[in-house]
């Protein structure tokens, strides 16, 4: 069956090394989406396991394969790209049966398995149309559509979506989820957007600068990250840090505080803490709540942007650093209005005090 | 405001079309003149030179002329000779640069830059400039033939056209159409499944129409024009394109009539056919739009 699993993977162009050895494990039949920041590698990643580049060092294995060296022909996989890559002098109909055609299928056969993937996609009544006469929408859905026609055991995805407007990407989204549902195949899907990532996949691999930052359940990643970055990269509107100094250690538990927070115990399993050391302190902005006493955060609103549902209010602390607070109700506030918030300690996560923690990515 | 505008657009419009046919006039004019002159007899022609009867079909018009060339050189068999040496240089430099091409920009192997490099600076090297050294090699070359081996290329077609099928030009105008060509649908055709012939002739082949007419057309201007290489390699009329048969009609007379009605008998089916495939390579351009 096809499991996927990158032991140590390398790639560099010349002197620069873009991929710097990576490990995941990805299971039979498992959603995977790698996430990072423009330029981390992720797209050179996915173009690695499908053979469009040569591997430097390291090994990659599909299903119990060892597939280094072999062509992309022959590794078993499908890919969606970012521009679709639909061929324009063909039909929808022999774009889709392209891969069929390619290695002899009868005529038969073809029309079977493409009348099956247009089922599934809903294209029917676009079978004979020229890419030119598509919308981006029903474009990607060819590029869907050849790529399941062969059923393939692996699925890679290139931000298949980032050519979408919002409303068209969400449908999208939801449609990739159902197909393998569907199908049952093992997918990797690259994206920037940690909202698809979060939504779409079973296991999430956050890379940074070549190198895997932390892997993980949706889940496990939000409520556990492993460092600043991931902590930083997930959620919207990202995690607050704050720089907070350690007055002392009991157990797993460390007391910190700083200017603007009252001094509170949070557990600190990241690392060492000692008493004096500087530490971030992490809160999601949809933890933070207006406190009914006197709280333990206080500063003065800035800006306030009401969503409806939600009020996203940005504060000005009292030692002068932001603060984003999401609060899951209406509310007014005026600006410069002062505001005490609360949160759960169990909920807030420190972290060491790594160096350039503070320009930690803004997403 | 608007009359303005619209009397500017207005003029603008005549003055462009003057202009065009200006230059149509000065392109077209040396082909009617060399149609007219074909029709007339010698004496006649030289007189009508300085006029613009040059340019009317009066006087004693008649076909004489071109009855007269083909009784003093094998016309037909001039014109066989180019028709097929360029025919099948065309074709062949077509398939071979257009692969070439085609691996310049989308394989990867060692020492593609370098050779990509060189082959490119042979692109300044006149044709003359080896014209000699080519001649002795020719000389000398084996072939295999349907009757053994034999030494030597000289008085053949072969000599005139394995020498043409490649060329940095030719290449030099695949490679850069291609590297114009979306990367991911090659991509996308590789992780299909299909084999480097199958991309080149499934995908690359359809989506480059525009380049493959302008790389015959150049390859065609060039072979069909050709005369000194004919000429240093060529010995029996048998062999000798049509360039190369214009030197019948100028030995120690004259005879301008007759050049005529041998330059129209060589010029206007080429026009006729280059004006066809102008139309069809607009066709293709418009039909092969590769589009995002
Ligand atoms: N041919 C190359 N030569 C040198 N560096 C390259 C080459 N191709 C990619 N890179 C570098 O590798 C890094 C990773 O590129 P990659 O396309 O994988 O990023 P990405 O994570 O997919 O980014 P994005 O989200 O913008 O698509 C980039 O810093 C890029 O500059
Ligand atoms: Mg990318």
Redesign the pocket.
Same mark, same amino acid.
């Given at each position: 069956m096809a499991r996927i699993s990158l032991k140590n993977l390398k790639k560099s162009?010349g002197q620069?090394h873009?991929i710097k050895g990576v490990d995941i494990e990805i299971d039979d039949g498992e959603f995977c989406v790698f996430v /990072?920041p %423009? /330029?981390? /590698?992720? %797209?050179?990643?996915l173009r690695m396991i499908a053979g469009l580049e040569d591997i430097s060092s390291g090994e990659l294995q599909i299903g119990e394969r060892v597939v280094n060296d072999l062509p992309p022909a022959q590794r078993g996989v499908a890919m969606v790209f970012q521009s679709y890559a639909i061929f324009p002098h063909m039909t929808v109909r022999e774009n889709v049966a392209f891969g069929l055609t390619i290695s002899g299928a009868s005529k038969a056969e073809k029309d079977a398995k493409v009348a099956e993937a247009a089922r599934i996609l809903q294209m029917e009544h676009l079978l004979d149309r020229r890419p030119s006469q598509l919308s981006g929408g029903q474009r990607q859905r060819v590029a869907i559509g050849r790529a399941i026609v062969r059923k393939p055991q692996v699925f890679l995805f290139d931000?298949p979506l980032s050519n979408l407007d919002a409303a068209l990407r969400m449908d999208m989204r939801m449609e990739i989820g159902k197909l393998h549902q569907q199908l049952g195949a093992t997918m990797i899907y690259?994206t920037?957007d940690q909202v698809e990532a979060m939504t779409l996949a079973d296991k999430i691999v956050v890379?940074k600068d /070549?190198m895997v930052m932390q892997i993980g359940a949706p889940m496990d990643l939000y409520h556990d990250p492993a460092n600043l970055f991931v902590a930083g990269f997930l959620g919207a509107p990202s995690m607050n840090f704050l720089k907070v100094k350690v007055l002392g250690v009991n157990g797993g538990k460390v007391l910190v505080s700083n200017g603007a927070l009252d001094p509170v115990e949070v557990s600190g399993k990241r690392a060492l803490f000692k008493v004096g050391d500087e530490a971030i302190l992490g809160l999601r902005p949809q933890y933070l709540a207006v406190a009914q006493g006197a709280g333990r955060l206080h500063g003065a609103v800035a800006l306030t942007e009401r969503l409806g549902a939600e009020t996203v209010v940005e504060i000005a602390l009292k030692d002068g650093n932001p603060l984003i607070a999401a609060l899951s109700h209406d509310a007014v506030f005026g600006i410069g209005a002062q505001m005490n918030l609360d949160f759960d300690p169990d909920k807030a996560h420190l972290f060491p005090n790594e160096p350039g923690a503070g320009s930690v990515a803004k997403h | 405001m608007a009359m303005i505008a619209a009397d500017n657009r207005g003029l603008r419009l005549v003055t462009r079309y003057a202009v065009l046919v200006l230059i149509a006039i000065i392109f077209v004019f040396p082909l009617v003149f060399m149609l007219m002159s074909s029709l007339k007899p010698d004496q006649q022609l030289l007189q009508d030179s300085g006029n613009l009867r040059a340019f009317l079909p009066v006087g004693d018009i008649s076909l004489q002329n071109y009855t007269d060339a083909f009784q003093r050189a094998p016309v037909a068999t001039f014109v066989f000779n180019s028709v097929l040496v360029t025919g099948i240089t065309v074709a062949l430099s077509l398939l071979l640069c257009s692969a070439a091409g085609f691996a310049f920009v989308f394989v990867r192997w060692k020492g593609r830059d370098t050779l990509l490099a060189l082959l490119l600076a042979t692109l300044i090297l006149p044709f003359e400039t080896i014209a000699i050294p080519l001649l002795m090699m020719v000389a000398h070359l084996p072939w295999v033939g349907f009757d053994g081996v034999s030494w030597g290329w000289l008085n053949s077609y072969r000599v005139q056209i394995i020498p043409f099928i490649a060329d940095g030009l030719t290449v030099f105008l695949f490679v850069q159409y291609f590297k114009d060509l979306p990367g991911e649908l090659i991509e996308a055709a590789r992780v299909e499944g299909a084999s480097w012939w199958q991309i080149y002739r499934r995908i690359v082949m359809p989506l480059s129409g525009p380049i493959f007419a302008t790389a015959a057309i150049l390859k065609f201007l060039v072979m069909y024009n050709q005369y000194l290489w004919p000429l240093m390699v060529t010995q029996e009329e048998g062999y000798r394109p049509v360039m190369v048969g214009l030197q019948y009609f100028f030995q120690l007379n004259v005879a301008w009539g007759e050049v005529m009605a041998y330059l129209s008998m060589i010029t206007v089916p080429v026009l006729a056919f280059y004006l066809y495939l102008q139309k069809a390579f607009i066709a293709s351009i418009a039909s092969t739009g590769v589009k995002g």
């Amino acid at each position: 069956m096809a499991r996927i699993s990158l032991k140590n993977l390398k790639k560099s162009y010349g002197q620069t090394h873009v991929i710097k050895g990576v490990d995941i494990e990805i299971d039979d039949g498992e959603f995977c989406v790698f996430v /990072g920041p %423009s /330029g981390c /590698g992720k %797209s050179t990643l996915l173009r690695m396991i499908a053979g469009l580049e040569d591997i430097s060092s390291g090994e990659l294995q599909i299903g119990e394969r060892v597939v280094n060296d072999l062509p992309p022909a022959q590794r078993g996989v499908a890919m969606v790209f970012q521009s679709y890559a639909i061929f324009p002098h063909m039909t929808v109909r022999e774009n889709v049966a392209f891969g069929l055609t390619i290695s002899g299928a009868s005529k038969a056969e073809k029309d079977a398995k493409v009348a099956e993937a247009a089922r599934i996609l809903q294209m029917e009544h676009l079978l004979d149309r020229r890419p030119s006469q598509l919308s981006g929408g029903q474009r990607q859905r060819v590029a869907i559509g050849r790529a399941i026609v062969r059923k393939p055991q692996v699925f890679l995805f290139d931000e298949p979506l980032s050519n979408l407007d919002a409303a068209l990407r969400m449908d999208m989204r939801m449609e990739i989820g159902k197909l393998h549902q569907q199908l049952g195949a093992t997918m990797i899907y690259v994206t920037h957007d940690q909202v698809e990532a979060m939504t779409l996949a079973d296991k999430i691999v956050v890379l940074k600068d /070549g190198m895997v930052m932390q892997i993980g359940a949706p889940m496990d990643l939000y409520h556990d990250p492993a460092n600043l970055f991931v902590a930083g990269f997930l959620g919207a509107p990202s995690m607050n840090f704050l720089k907070v100094k350690v007055l002392g250690v009991n157990g797993g538990k460390v007391l910190v505080s700083n200017g603007a927070l009252d001094p509170v115990e949070v557990s600190g399993k990241r690392a060492l803490f000692k008493v004096g050391d500087e530490a971030i302190l992490g809160l999601r902005p949809q933890y933070l709540a207006v406190a009914q006493g006197a709280g333990r955060l206080h500063g003065a609103v800035a800006l306030t942007e009401r969503l409806g549902a939600e009020t996203v209010v940005e504060i000005a602390l009292k030692d002068g650093n932001p603060l984003i607070a999401a609060l899951s109700h209406d509310a007014v506030f005026g600006i410069g209005a002062q505001m005490n918030l609360d949160f759960d300690p169990d909920k807030a996560h420190l972290f060491p005090n790594e160096p350039g923690a503070g320009s930690v990515a803004k997403h | 405001m608007a009359m303005i505008a619209a009397d500017n657009r207005g003029l603008r419009l005549v003055t462009r079309y003057a202009v065009l046919v200006l230059i149509a006039i000065i392109f077209v004019f040396p082909l009617v003149f060399m149609l007219m002159s074909s029709l007339k007899p010698d004496q006649q022609l030289l007189q009508d030179s300085g006029n613009l009867r040059a340019f009317l079909p009066v006087g004693d018009i008649s076909l004489q002329n071109y009855t007269d060339a083909f009784q003093r050189a094998p016309v037909a068999t001039f014109v066989f000779n180019s028709v097929l040496v360029t025919g099948i240089t065309v074709a062949l430099s077509l398939l071979l640069c257009s692969a070439a091409g085609f691996a310049f920009v989308f394989v990867r192997w060692k020492g593609r830059d370098t050779l990509l490099a060189l082959l490119l600076a042979t692109l300044i090297l006149p044709f003359e400039t080896i014209a000699i050294p080519l001649l002795m090699m020719v000389a000398h070359l084996p072939w295999v033939g349907f009757d053994g081996v034999s030494w030597g290329w000289l008085n053949s077609y072969r000599v005139q056209i394995i020498p043409f099928i490649a060329d940095g030009l030719t290449v030099f105008l695949f490679v850069q159409y291609f590297k114009d060509l979306p990367g991911e649908l090659i991509e996308a055709a590789r992780v299909e499944g299909a084999s480097w012939w199958q991309i080149y002739r499934r995908i690359v082949m359809p989506l480059s129409g525009p380049i493959f007419a302008t790389a015959a057309i150049l390859k065609f201007l060039v072979m069909y024009n050709q005369y000194l290489w004919p000429l240093m390699v060529t010995q029996e009329e048998g062999y000798r394109p049509v360039m190369v048969g214009l030197q019948y009609f100028f030995q120690l007379n004259v005879a301008w009539g007759e050049v005529m009605a041998y330059l129209s008998m060589i010029t206007v089916p080429v026009l006729a056919f280059y004006l066809y495939l102008q139309k069809a390579f607009i066709a293709s351009i418009a039909s092969t739009g590769v589009k995002g």
